[in-house]
């Protein structure tokens, strides 16, 4: 039977595997002489957040006491928006390097919500041009975090 307990528990031990993975490789993480932040801060910082979380939702689900609560998983269209938004990460994970960190967020952040917001295509252009700006001086400006620029680099 699939009832919410049972989907907070895999939700939970999902995002808790996640959190582990995450700090793991953060302590892989080499920092160069002179940067103002260490580079495994904020990998670090994701991963004990994660964990954290994971944590907090098992725990919920295992002291629930009340009526299962039936949930109903995504039919073919739940599943292709799914696996659309899955891929979309994959290749803006691919498209963080030749293209920049600012520009591929943009890329992403305007598909993603053209496609699962249906908002109209200046709506989506125009939100994913303000996060890319907003990501821009965030991490890189602000944090000083050593993301790729791609061909933002010619500016600096």
Known sequence: MRTLKSADLVTGCL????????????????GMAGESLDPRTL???????????????VVLALRYRGDPVLVQWPDRQGLRRIAVAFASLVLYMGLMDPLGFPISTALFVSGLSGYLGHYRAWASLLLGMITAVVVHFVFIEFLGLGFPLGPLELLY
């Open 15 to 30: 995002l808790a595997f996640l959190g582990a993975a995450t700090l793991i490789a953060a302590r892989g993480i080499k």
């Open 43 to 57: 990998p670090s910082l994701v991963g004990w957040g994660l964990l954290a979380i994971g944590a907090g939702i």
